[in-house]
DNA sequence: GCCGTCACG
DNA sequence: ACGTACGTGACGGCA
């Protein structure tokens, strides 16, 4: 435990908090907070406290319904002026959550950001999380006293006695300041700090807003669904127990393994740690000669779609603003994508009629449309920009079909030749350049020999030079340094790139390949998302951001503002970056998701 | 709490 | 000989 002023209890009492906090406001240039809750659920209606740290030694608690000592309802009034003044700093490790907290108390967190979370996160962003009690002792060797420790058996912070309250959340706002000074010095030194002041830290509060505003559902619309959908699978569970001549779960692996592989003695594929594989490769290759199989890849496909969305997202609805709020979280992936959670809409089927059926759902409040812009091709893009690949770049630059394109070069055909089958060949094994791909995985995604497979392989690098030497380079560079980056700096580690266990060192040659290009993308809409966050604010504008999705925008748009939005969205989102060939952004709209797609 | 499975880009 | 396409999150089953 290291020791020192910064991390013992504040001298003054409590009480005398605001005080301090009111007069000195205007000397403040930094100021690190943490807002202490029971949860982490934005919408909880549980904010108790905030604590502040202004320098070394003077951490402060400043309770607002807290249930022991003084609950201070003029606390908001206190802290709005210097929360809301541009001039000062705020620090802290998670700030998205805090400025949602605050904002709900009618505080709107204002002037420049500096968080810890995300700083951790770009200087390592393959760690599986960055929690202030993991990063305050990865960095400072500093043991957090664990909020459960805290809690003990209490069912609210609330009710901590403001004697262990005041101590334990004044040490999370000290140890963020305190993180502060050691993470500032080597994001400069790893080249991270423009990445991070110019990208990561805008991005904040433009996904604190997309998250308070949230998306709209149709309940009603869903809980019809889910009684159609229930009726589909009672249908298919007996016909698949007659079938099987027995019942049994067909949700169990095992239990299904069980029924196929032993009582109906049909041919077992691949296998998995645990038993006999029933992944849908397998049960497909066995659909071809039993009806079976082929009604659990059915049952399977329903089942999954009801339980994950059908019915889970109404219970997602918040009653107090009756849309779902997801949480985008930005220090999650080790590419520098989002990820979104609770609920995930970033999978939200789309494939099948079903899943358009689902994206129906996703609707625009009243007198509005939801505008969906996706980038055509980006990865491609980026690898063509990269790459200076003579063919790629010709390729956009004559906005031709690239897959058909591909498939022109690898069968030797004239592009309006091509069949549907040969064009789908090249899509596959475009996907395989930027997944780096392997003969036998391209050969499992065709259905081909890995023979087969190979030459494909050989044929494209042969008529794709540029690509080659550039996934060559990148290997090369990321064996030298053990690292690689995209075109704004983002670093990935590959520990792994000079391993002697080959599984091991392919599997981190595949990840310095596709790291740069999926991160590049990543970098790229983010920029675009800051872009078109500002120009919604700036020119008071009523649409609003609703979703991300890796490659597309969805906004939901008053219907006046249509027509503008498109110009603004495609203009911002093609202009995000210039490259050595052009940005295409498709733009769609509708009362709903599958209508704007 | 892990595993297998499967939804998305 | 060996396991194998990149990145995620959520569900139910089962120990």
Request: with cysteine; hydrophobic share 40%; aromatic share 6%.
């Amino acid at each position: 435990m290291k020791q020192g002023s910064l991390f013992d209890p504040p001298q003054e009492p409590p009480e005398k908090t605001h005080a301090t906090v009111g007069t000195a406001r205007h000397s403040l240039s930094e100021l690190a907070f943490d807002v202490e809750t029971t949860g982490n659920n934005p919408f909880a209606d549980d904010i108790v406290g905030i604590s502040l740290c202004r320098e070394r030694g003077s951490a402060v608690y400043i309770p607002i319904r807290h249930v022991h000592g003084p609950n201070l309802p003029e606390a908001p009034a206190i802290l709005k002026p210097v929360m809301e003044d541009p001039s000062v700093a705020k620090i802290g490790h998670n700030l998205k959550f805090d400025i949602l907290m605050l904002r709900r108390e009618g505080i709107n967190v204002a002037g420049p950001l500096f968080d810890t979370m995300v700083a951790a996160y770009l200087l390592n962003p393959g760690k599986p999380n960055h929690s202030l009690e993991d990063t305050g002792l990865e960095y400072l060797q500093h043991r957090k006293k664990p909020f459960l420790e805290v809690l003990g058996k209490r069912a609210s912070f609330a009710e901590v006695p403001l004697a262990e309250a005041v101590p334990y959340a004044a040490e999370d706002a000290a140890l963020a300041m305190e993180l502060k000074n050691t993470l500032f010095p080597l994001l400069e030194d790893e080249k991270l700090s423009d990445l991070y002041f110019t990208i990561e830290m805008p991005l904040i509060s433009v996904l604190a807003d997309i998250e308070s505003y949230g998306v709209k559902i149709d309940i009603k619309r869903l809980s019809t669904l889910s009684e159609e959908l229930q009726r589909e699978l009672d249908t298919l569970q007996s016909s698949i127990y007659g079938l099987a001549g027995q019942e049994f779960n067909i949700n169990s692996p095992k239990q299904l393994a069980k029924v196929l592989f032993e009582d109906l003695g049909l041919k077992p594929g691949k296998k998995t740690k645990t038993g006999f594989s029933t992944a849908v490769e397998v049960l497909e290759e066995l659909a071809l000669t039993h009806e079976l199989p082929a009604q659990i890849l059915n049952y399977r496909t329903l089942y999954k779609l009801k339980t994950t969305y059908i019915d889970a997202l109404p219970q997602l609805v918040q009653p107090a603003t009756g849309r779902v709020h997801t949480s985008f979280n930005q220090t999650v992936t080790a590419t520098g994508r989002l990820s979104s959670s609770e609920p995930n809409l970033q999978n939200i089927p789309i494939r099948t009629e079903w899943g358009t059926r689902i994206r129906e759902t996703f609707i625009a409040e009243k007198g509005h449309l939801l505008l969906s812009a996706d980038y055509s091709q980006i990865e491609l893009r980026i690898l063509a920009h990269l790459s200076r690949d003579k063919g790629l770049m010709q390729a956009f630059r004559d906005d031709v079909d690239v897959h058909a394109r591909t498939a022109s070069e690898l069968f030797h055909k004239a592009m309006p030749e091509i069949s549907g089958d040969e064009r789908r060949f090249a899509k596959t094994i475009n996907f395989g350049v930027i997944y780096g791909m392997s003969a036998f995985g391209l050969s499992q995604a065709l259905g081909i020999s890995p023979k087969d497979a190979a030459e494909f392989i050989q044929h494209y690098f042969a008529t794709h030079s540029g690509v080659k030497a550039y996934l060559d380079q990148t290997l090369e560079t990321a064996r030298q340094q053990g690292y690689v980056l995209t075109m704004h700096g983002r670093k990935r580690q590959i520990p792994d790139i000079n391993s002697a266990n080959i599984t091991a060192r392919q599997a981190a040659e595949r990840i310095a390949t596709n790291t740069p290009l999926q991160g590049t993308a990543a970098d790229l809409i983010k920029i675009a998302m800051i872009r078109i966050h500002d120009l919604i604010r700036t020119r008071k504008l009523r649409s609003r951001m609703v979703l991300q999705i890796h490659d597309e925008l969805l906004f939901e748009v008053p219907e006046d503002e249509l027509e503008l939005m498109q110009k603004l969205v495609c203009r911002e989102m093609e202009g995000a970056m210039k490259l050595s060939v052009p940005l295409k952004v498709d733009m769609g709209w509708g009362k709903n998701w599958a209508e704007a797609h």
